[in-house]
């Protein structure tokens, strides 16, 4: 009876590659983000952060 | 360096406030009607587009791509412009982006109640809204695309790579799952079938949810909640984080709408993998925006802006929390198709995206008015009656969803179920449907304090005028890194370049779960005896999709043993493979229905669509007396049969051209069926005297519309009498 749920993938040729592909490209991916995030200068974060802040000043117009 | 003054478009950003408010009221009053048909369930009696299996399809859009989509995109246009220091690229092309997308929300208003819809949730819109919705989207980001290009600021913050990430993946996104063959100006049938459609659907479905109402808003939070704060992100590096995974991972999660459905195992257990593993960005964002306001807590007490922004940020929080708790296939077992998700969703709509968008406007209309917001008090009074609202809603929709779940699962020691008749678990709640009727009232009361709030705010302050400001423009650098800088400084002053990442990071995860899945068509054990449609049946389905019947009952027998005891033989993949679009629903207000073929008798069925109350004492659905006296238009039927033909569904030629003769013949035996009830015989025989005597139009019963909805439901779930596996044969298609 479980046949007619389980084991849809099994069929597809070769599909025991997807899960290892998967894991292969979340590993680097977080590999290389959490390489980028912790190498990048204080003075760089600290400028891109007060964006929002720092923005520049509206000049009155004569209306 | 020379200085370059330029202005500010805060004309648009106004315009789309304006949409923002109006659309809000309308998304929640047709909200609050819905609410009341829980109650009342013939509140709109006899009026076909005033139904709830209409409006509710109205409702979810109206709020969702009216309300807040009118909010991103005002947000998005002030924000982008202040932080790219430059006029949006084209004032046309804003414009566009307005007008175009009001006109497709005002389509969607007339078409929806009409019942042109594909039943697909939040993608009901038919194809030719579809194009549009298209096109005007390509538009919002060429005109964000082209302000990128001519900024003045050389990097770009990270509110910015959210912007970025909903542009394309909403795009993607809508396309692949709007694919649709039409039949006519308003009637298509979906590219993909069955347990195809329903992962494309909900691969949609779900990132519609984080790509529409969570990474838009994720980035006006990381950009207003600082400004409102007056002080920077708390953790800008936590940003970064933040943004990378919650797109990567985001995409994957879909399958988590169809746990112990139909669809294969493999996709459900990747959904929940990836579900659960959405926490971690999506709490870290949350952390990311509360603690920004750390120090300034003192702020939060007095100012209206943060208050809507905190309560915000924690219904972010709580709902991030419950969705992976949901995806855990134990927990979901008795959440789905419960009024758990209506509490989930609404912690979402209500707080998340509702007092974001509440604080941005508190924010907005006293700056963009050069004026003072006109009463603070107000504002407080809407923070507290709005909170109020989302407790008294979600709340009871809790507890609800756990009543009316463990009501369905309860057994007797004999091994029958404890509440064999549904209306027993419907009537158990209906406190709980009273208790959000009356929530729903005070969060609507604080929306309209809102608009007496922002009128009279408008009233004392000057007209919206473009803001103008100076700064230096960009001077070339080297396309490649220069020697000072760092790759993290070279990369985030290349917004395509970004845009290119991000979209490989949301295509990865799309095409790991959509390529197998568009295998697994040919691999889905076919069931011999599962057959096509008749042109009637099909006729009868696209009446069932008009009327939005899915809104409310299931297809989808789940492998539970309470299930098949209620239902019958759980539901398989395999005899979906005709059904385009897939109707496994994603809510019980009523009973599932796949199997309801030959349960009753076409009698039944005509006095239930009659007078439900009826047939089913303590019904809450509504009467659909149109269905029996309007005659039934099955002149498309040959060309519905065509384009499903096209689409691969085994009808033959002669199927296609005899489509009128065979509707006739199987109209008739159910007029006949119906004529072995006397009381039925009696009434229609006595119509149509009457009609005859007073030389009126009569339509025979043979050519109205329930006929066809009977031989639908007649059909549905009959197609397998299978009892072992022998039965059924795999198509190895090689």
């Known amino acids: 009876m479980l046949k007619f749920i389980k084991g849809n993938l099994e069929a597809i040729d070769g599909v025991s590659i997807y899960p290892i592909i998967s894991l292969l490209i979340f590993f680097t991916f977080f590999l290389v983000l959490f390489l980028y995030v912790f190498t990048a200068k204080k003075d760089h ?18 209306e | 360096m020379q200085l370059e003054q330029f202005h500010y478009d805060n004309k648009i950003v106004k315009k789309f406030l304006y949409a923002t408010i ?31 299996g209409r409006l509710r399809p109205l409702h979810t859009n109206a709020v969702i791509f009216a309300f807040v ?8 246009y002030y924000s982008t412009q202040r932080l790219l220091k430059a006029r949006m690229w084209s004032d046309l092309l804003s414009n566009i982006n307005f007008w175009g997308w009001q006109l497709i929300i005002v389509a969607a208003a007339i078409t929806l109640p009409l019942g042109f819809t594909s039943s697909k949730e939040y993608a009901e819109l038919e194809w ?20 990128m290009v001519k900024r003045r600021q050389r990097h770009l913050y990270v509110a910015i790579w959210f912007y970025i990430a909903t542009f394309v993946t909403v795009a ?84 988590h709408h169809l746990l112990y459905s139909a669809l294969p195992d493999w996709a459900q257990n990747l959904g929940v993998a990836f579900s659960v593993m959405l926490i971690a960005p999506s709490w870290g964002g949350m952390i990311n925006g509360l603690l920004t306001l750390r120090g300034a807590w003192d702020k939060v007490r007095t100012d209206p802006v943060l208050k809507f922004m905190v309560v915000a940020i924690t219904g972010y929080g709580m709902a991030t929390f419950e969705g992976p ?41 006293p700056i963009l008015f050069k004026t003072k917001l006109a009463s603070t008090k107000l504002a407080n009074f809407h923070f507290w009656i709005g909170t109020l609202g989302i407790i008294l809603y979600a709340l009871p929709m809790y507890v609800a969803g756990f009543v009316q779940a463990f009501m369905w699962k309860q057994f007797n020691p004999d091994g029958t179920l404890a509440y064999g008749n549904f209306l027993e678990t419907v009537n158990e709640i209906m406190p709980m449907y009273w208790m959000r009727a009356i929530g729903g009232v005070f969060y609507l009361t604080g929306m309209l304090v809102l608009v007496y709030n922002v009128i009279i705010t408008i009233r004392q302050g000057s007209t919206v005028t473009d803001d103008l400001v100076e700064a230096a423009p960009l001077t070339r650098v080297s396309k490649s890194r220069t020697a000072s800088e760092g790759w993290h400084t070279w990369l985030e002053r290349k917004p395509l370049k970004l845009t290119l990442y991000s979209t490989v990071a949301i295509l990865i995860g799309g095409l790991v779960q959509i390529v197998p899945s568009l295998m697994v068509d040919d691999y889905i054990p076919v069931i011999s005896s599962v057959k096509p449609y008749t042109p009637l049946e099909l006729e009868g389905r696209d009446i069932y999709i008009r009327e939005g019947c899915v809104g409310c009952h299931s297809q989808m027998i789940r492998p539970f043993r309470s299930e098949v005891e209620r239902y019958g033989e759980y539901s398989k993949a395999g005899e979906y493979v005709y059904d385009r679009p897939f109707l496994f629903g994603s809510k019980r207000t009523g009973p599932d229905l796949m199997r309801v073929g030959g349960k009753y008798n076409d009698n039944w069925h005509l006095n239930h669509f009659y007078d439900p109350q009826t047939t089913s004492s303590g019904s809450i659905m509504p009467s659909y007396k149109w269905l029996i006296a309007n005659k039934h238009d099955r002149s498309n039927a040959g060309d519905k049969l065509e384009v499903m033909a096209t689409l691969g569904v085994p009808y033959s030629p002669a199927d296609i051209e005899n489509a009128q003769e065979n509707m006739a013949v199987q109209a008739l035996k159910i007029e006949k069926s119906l004529m072995n009830d006397p009381d039925f015989a009696k009434t229609y025989a006595a119509d149509k005297k009457f009609a005859e005597q007073n030389g009126e139009e009569f339509v025979e019963m043979r050519d109205r519309e329930v006929v066809s909805i009977i031989a639908y439901l007649q059909r549905l779930g009959t197609d397998i009498k299978v009892k072992n596996g022998d039965d059924l044969t795999i198509n190895q298609n090689d």
């Open chain 1, 45 to 62: 974060i600290k400028s891109l952060s007060e964006m929002p802040i720092n923005e520049p000043t509206k000049i009155q117009e004569n």
């Open chain 2, 22 to 52: 109006l659309w809000g009221v309308v998304g929640m009053l047709v909200g609050l009607l819905l609410a009341f048909m829980f109650l009342f369930p013939n509140l709109t009696d006899g009026i076909s587009w005033l139904s709830f």
């Open chain 2, 69 to 76: 989509g009118n909010a991103i995109f005002a947000g998005v």
């Open chain 2, 128 to 147: 030719p809204i579809d194009i549009a919705i298209a096109l005007i989207w390509v538009a919002f980001g060429l005109n964000l695309i082209g302000t």
């Open chain 2, 172 to 255: 993607v996104l809508h396309i692949f799952n709007s694919m649709a063959l039409p039949v006519t100006a308003f009637k298509s049938y979906s590219a993909y079938a069955g347990v195809q459609d329903a992962l494309v659907q909900w691969w949609y479905g779900h990132n519609a949810v984080a790509f529409f109402l969570t990474t838009p808003f994720l980035g006006l939070m990381y950009y207003f909640v600082p400004k409102a704060a007056n002080r920077p992100v708390y953790s800008y590096r936590l940003s970064i984080i933040h943004f990378w995974s919650l797109i990567f991972i985001y995409i994957w999660a879909g399958p």
């Open chain 2, 325 to 365: 708790m949901l995806s855990l296939k134990n927990v979901n077992a008795i959440a789905h198709f419960s009024d758990w998700i209506i509490a989930h969703v609404h912690v979402g709509a209500l707080a998340w995206n509702g007092f974001m968008t509440f604080g941005i406007i508190y924010y907005l209309v």
